[in-house]
Nanobody, 126 residues
Framework: QVQLVESGGGLVQAGGSLRLSCAAS????????LAWFRQAPGKEREFVAA????????WSADSVKGRFTVSRDNAKNTMYLQMNSLKPEDTAIYFC???????????????????WGQGTQVTVSS
């Protein structure tokens, strides 16, 4: 089992920044990629960004490219999501996820996620 715990969510004005963290524990060697998904009220959960545990490859959704940056600290078993230039449409619950897959086409699907965190709320006011 892998446990994922998110932190860093909150309320911010449009144009502001937040940094989310995801601490991983347990059998982290059983997964290859950590990812961020988000789910807004009444919408499906969607892929935001991902990073491989060892290779450092990253992917981002078109909607956040140039504004969000995913990174990791292997020594701390922690992944980060730096979110800049936030917009009201970024408001959602953000979930940390872990997967054995390392290809973008698989990672963007919730069905290919092996573990989920409990989520952290991000609210962007206009």
């Amino acid at each position: 089992q892998v446990q994922l715990v998110e932190s860093g969510g909150g309320l911010v004005q449009a144009g502001g920044s937040l940094r989310l963290s995801c601490a991983a524990s347990g059998r982290t060697n059983s997964v290859n990629t950590l990812a961020w998904f988000r789910q807004a009220p009444g919408k499906e959960r969607e892929f935001v960004a991902a990073i491989t545990w060892t290779g450092g490859s990253t992917w981002s959704a078109d909607s956040v490219k140039g504004r969000f940056t995913v990174s990791r600290d292997n020594a701390k078993n922690t992944m980060y999501l730096q979110m800049n230039s936030l917009k009201p449409e970024d408001t959602a619950i953000y979930f940390c996820a872990a997967s054995k897959y390392t290809s973008f086409i698989r990672l963007i699907s919730v069905t290919n996620i092996d573990y989920w965190g409990q989520g952290t709320q991000v609210t962007v006011s206009s």
